[in-house]
């Protein structure tokens, strides 16, 4: 019904930027009515909040980790939404997961009932 699939992650110095990317497969009208927002895991540790965005990009939300360093947007025409990270740092890496729901306060803790596959970010000092 809903399927997501991110793109965009790699190997990139600490300092260094990425973008990542993650392509929405739904009816329009479904994706413009959806929450996205981006998990992240790292190796031994529980999938966590880093950001999320409003159907309409009116409303995002950030964890405190990425405040002033991240910024997600999305483009309903596409059916894509994506995460800039810049000033990135060595505690950055992780496997990164798009998830997508109704709701804003469930994409901003639990994560949506929609996850895509993960895409890895690795950042060397």
């Known amino acids: 019904q809903v399927q997501l699939v991110e793109s965009g992650g790699g190997l990139v110095q600490a300092g260094g930027s990425l973008r990542l990317s993650c392509a929405v497969s739904?009816?329009?009208?479904?994706?413009?009515?959806?929450?996205v927002g981006w998990f992240r895991q790292a190796p031994g540790k529980e999938r966590g909040f880093v950001a999320a965005?409003?159907?309409?990009?009116?409303?995002?939300v950030y964890s405190d980790s990425v405040k002033g360093r991240f910024t997600i947007s999305r483009d309903n025409a596409k059916n894509m939404v994506y995460l800039h990270m810049n000033s990135l740092k060595p505690e950055d890496t992780a496997v990164y997961y798009c998830?997508?729901?109704?709701?804003?306060?469930?994409?901003?803790?639990?994560?949506?009932?929609?996850w895509g596959q993960g895409t890895q970010v690795t950042v060397s000092s």
């Open positions: 998830t997508g729901d109704l709701s804003m306060g469930v994409v901003t803790t639990t994560g949506g009932r929609y």
């Open positions: 739904a009816r329009t009208w479904t994706f413009s009515t959806l929450t």
């Open positions: 965005i409003n159907w309409n990009s009116a409303n995002t």
